[in-house]
């Protein structure tokens, strides 16, 4: 008898907390909102805390619940979630849940998820961290870097034809493509070819391409896809693992380029509960928050709401308590944690 | 001497009992073939295998038929090709199969000869079942634009038709599915039709479903009996106690069982979510049983009687396929694929699982129980895009053999029930019939299956959407880059 192969490293294979005795999870609905409960309330070792939450999200996604949280993968499931709503209200909620309930804490708490539960974001964080360790002395490679690099997107663009030529591979497997993508458009900015500002555009372009796949009935799996599913996915593992090595040079280079939820997030951004903004008068223009951000989105004190991922490194690190949250409906901050003795008088 | 052999007598008689229970043990079980396919599986307990008297057919061989030479859209519910339908006609072993080219094929079930095509008003999603009809021999077809049709099998002649629901201006589409023949009374046969039709007008509004019993001889209404407004699956014809009885599933998680003499609704059972395919019926030991597969993906074993839950099974996932039973030597066992990616083999009398074979992909058709060579195996067709071959006895994987890609590449393709794998014996080799995805009807004898199915190669589509993806993506960061940097030379510097 052929040896049963468990989806990974899923712990149950029946859902976990299921809604009345279906296949719709619960499970991740629950988690997602304790957790954005639970981030709410943390004020000391932040970003300890975060770590954890990452760690845990990772664990619960990838080992409890079958729910996806794929960046693809949600903006198309709530696609087609909305096409069953009058229908088949089980089957609607299960596609729509995931997406409604980040959008509703995007909405209230600003891109917490991009921060502290995308296992795709906790993915380019590991890379980060080992990146961090090793920091590079020059921000520009040196030539001979750069020509071993490019051996090296030539090779995996190789073994890419090669993979596709030997097994099947469908349109389902385009996120391969997205790998291809990211890993070009890495080594071009390492390379000074394209600025990192300008290309973070891409983004739009990225999620008007899921969009227009998703309305096609066209399915494209999402990068981490494979740890949420009982199928073989192949082509997801892959783009997850180049995610990953792209990571190790240029921080969270998917939620920069091509993380089409990210723009997504990034938007709803501007009109969310919650945001991080400069205190007045305390900025004094050191930039610690410049190099604590892993997606650049702050420059001296001032943040992109649209690139923005609600991680409160910012926050956390700024020796002048210069950034604080500020909730946008009573227009009150939360009080910013200032080392002792840093403080400047704004006055 | 004698008494010595008296006592060796009582010892060789165990001895030999003992061997013969080893030897039957190890033999594996049979599968009971059908005899005439006159329901959607074949027969009742849904094999799907056949044993055929064909000497005019030629040497079966491995063979392909294109059916897809027009692509539609897809659309939720539509299939390419039915699942296929045997029989011997007239010395010959003739498959037929529905494409959604509207038209009916009957093909030398042996070369893969066209033998006739009938072609209907609508798509023909439905399988077509075949009976005997006085000295010849009747292909069944129920067709989506809304007519059941009997047409003689040996040369594609319309012998008679019906239409479940008169023609009006505003009606919209219909969806019938695989008819079954049974008797209404001892003898008399009719043909029993599930059906689903729909008015596009608000004026009318309607939308309704039931069953419509027919007359086998010339097609005359019997009787009609409504079961709601929504989807049914095929119904199967089981006769207990002297009556005759139909069992089918609906949309809306309805399990019904009609008399098949009138059409009462002899029970009803509510699952918890949609029965799309016909559930399966035998005789165990405790009495007739009827075991149902719902999109819940819980199999059920009911009592065909009174439909009181005997057991039940969850599997990880949707199950849409029918389950199968084997009844033979020893306990019957049912066996079910599901979009968990697991075909369960379980006791058909208790529900207690046997056994599992996992695949690459959800498995979404019906299996189909053949016997080859005395070894007994399940053919079911996956998500994988393989159709798999177990052992029956112990869930063995036999050979794998791919059948083709979709013509779709869509999110909700489980809307639709696609073809079922069927078996048949012909000039005693057994054959495996799969009306694929991929538009073409495929043979494979099962001892070469593997080396007669098409290689795996990457869809064309994905090739072509590599430059579709990267070529803008990178003249649009090239272009962005630059446009920026003109901005910036453009600013005066202070």
Not at chain 1, 52 to 61: D, M, T, W, Y
Not at chain 1, 66 to 72: N, R
């Amino acid at each position: 008898m052929q040896p049963e192969r468990s989806p990974l490293s899923k712990v149950f294979d029946v859902p976990f907390l299921s809604l009345d005795g279906t296949s719709v999870e619960m499970a991740s609905i629950i988690f997602l909102f304790l957790v954005v409960i639970a981030i709410s309330g943390v004020t000391r070792r932040r970003q300890l805390v975060r770590r954890f939450v990452q760690a845990g999200s990772f664990l619960v996604f990838f080992c409890v619940v079958y729910s996806c949280l794929g960046v693809f993968g949600m903006i198309r499931n709530g696609l087609y979630g909305m096409t069953l709503l009058g229908s088949a209200y089980s089957e609607s909620f299960y596609w729509l849940a995931l997406p409604v309930v980040i959008i509703s804490v995007t909405l209230l708490h600003g891109t917490v998820f991009c921060g502290w539960i995308c296992p795709t974001g906790t993915v380019q964080d590991l890379a980060g961290w080992l990146r961090k360790r090793f920091p590079r002395r020059k921000e520009r490679l040196t030539r001979g870097k750069l020509i071993g690099l490019a051996g090296f997107v030539a090779g995996f663009l190789v073994l890419l034809i090669w993979l596709g030529s030997k097994k099947q591979l469908l349109i389902e497997d385009s996120s391969v493509q997205w790998a291809a993508m990211l890993i070009l458009l890495c080594y071009l900015v390492l390379a000074g070819a394209i600025d990192d500002l300008p290309s973070r555009k891409l983004r739009l372009f990225s999620l008007a391409a899921i969009f227009f796949t998703a309305v096609s009935h066209l399915v494209v799996t999402s990068p981490v896809h494979f740890a949420f599913t009982a199928r073989d996915d192949p082509a997801s593992a892959l783009t997850t693992m180049v995610i990953l090595v792209s990571a190790l040079f240029i921080l969270r280079p998917w939620c920069r380029y091509l993380c089409p939820w990210g723009y997504l997030m990034g938007f709803l951004h501007r009109f969310s509960r919650l945001r991080i903004q400069q205190a007045p008068g305390r900025c004094t223009e050191c930039g610690v928050c410049n190099t604590t951000c892993d997606v650049a989105a702050v420059k001296n004190g001032v943040i992109r709401l649209d690139q923005c991922q609600f991680c409160y490194s910012c926050v956390d690190h700024c020796p002048n308590g210069g950034l604080r949250v500020v909730d946008m409906w009573t227009q009150q901050g939360e009080k910013s944690v200032v080392p002792a003795g840093k403080a400047e008088d704004p006055a | 001497m004698r008494r010595a052999g008296s006592l060796r007598r009582p010892s060789l008689v165990i001895l030999g009992a003992a061997v013969l229970a080893v030897v039957l043990w190890l033999v594996p079980r049979s599968v009971q073939a059908c005899s005439l396919w006159s329901q959607s599986r074949c027969d009742a307990q849904n094999t799907a295998a056949i044993e055929l008297d064909a000497p005019a057919s030629g040497p079966p061989r491995a063979w392909s038929f294109d059916g897809s030479g027009r692509v539609w859209g897809y659309e939720p519910g539509m299939t390419v090709w039915s699942s296929p339908a045997l029989a011997s006609v007239e010395g010959r072993a003739v498959l037929a199969a529905g494409n959604y080219d509207h038209t009916l094929y009957a093909l030398d079930a042996a070369t893969g000869e066209r033998l006739w095509t009938f072609t209907t008003g609508g798509p023909v999603y439905a399988a077509p079942v075949f009976f005997r009809e006085g000295d010849r021999m009747l292909l069944l077809a129920a067709s989506t634009d809304r007519l059941v049709y009997a047409i003689d099998a040996a040369n594609g002649r319309q012998v008679w038709v019906h239409s479940v629901e008169d023609y009006r201006p505003t009606l919209g589409g219909a969806r019938l599915a695989a008819p079954c023949v049974g008797g209404t009374g001892e003898t008399d046969n009719a043909v029993f039709v599930a059906y689903w039709v729909w008015d596009r007008s608000l004026a009318n509004s309607l939308q309704k479903s039931g069953v419509l019993a027919l007359s086998l001889a010339d097609g005359k209404p019997l009787w009609r009996q409504e079961l709601g407004d929504n989807d049914l699956s095929a119904p199967i014809f089981a006769r207990t106690a002297g009556r005759g009885q139909l069992f089918l599933g609906s949309a809306n998680g309805n399990i019904y069982a009609l008399d098949a003499a009138t059409g009462a609704v002899q029970w009803k059972k509510t699952e918890l979510d949609a029965v799309r395919s016909p559930p399966a019926f035998f005789v165990s030991a405790s009495g007739p049983l009827v075991v149902t597969g719902s999109k819940y993906g819980t199999v059920r074993g009911l009592d065909a009687p009174s439909g009181a839950e005997r057991w039940s099974y969850k599997t990880g996932d949707r199950i849409t396929g029918s389950p199968a039973i084997l009844v033979g030597q020893g306990p019957a066992r049912a066996f079910v694929g599901s979009y968990d990616r697991f075909m369960h083999a379980l006791d058909a009398t208790s529900g207690t699982p046997i056994w599992r074979f996992a695949a690459r992909g959800g498995l979404y058709s019906s299996p189909a129980l053949v016997a080859s060579g005395g070894e007994s195996m399940a053919l079911v067709l996956g998500w994988d895009h393989m159709l798999h071959a177990t052992a029956l006895g112990s869930g063995e994987p036999l050979f794998s053999a791919f059948t083709g890609r979709p013509l779709w590449n869509v999110a909700g393709m489980d809307d639709s029930n696609w073809s079922s794998p069927v078996a048949g014996r012909i000039r005693d080799h057994w054959m495996a019939f799969v009306g694929s995805y991929d538009g073409t009807l495929r043979a494979l004898p099962l001892g070469e299956a593997e080396r007669a199915a098409p290689v795996l190669r990457s869809n064309r589509w994905f090739w072509l959407s590599f430059p579709l993806v990267l070529l803008p993506f990178l003249a649009l960061a090239i272009g962005l880059t630059g446009r920026e940097r003109r901005r910036r030379q453009a600013i005066p510097t202070r």
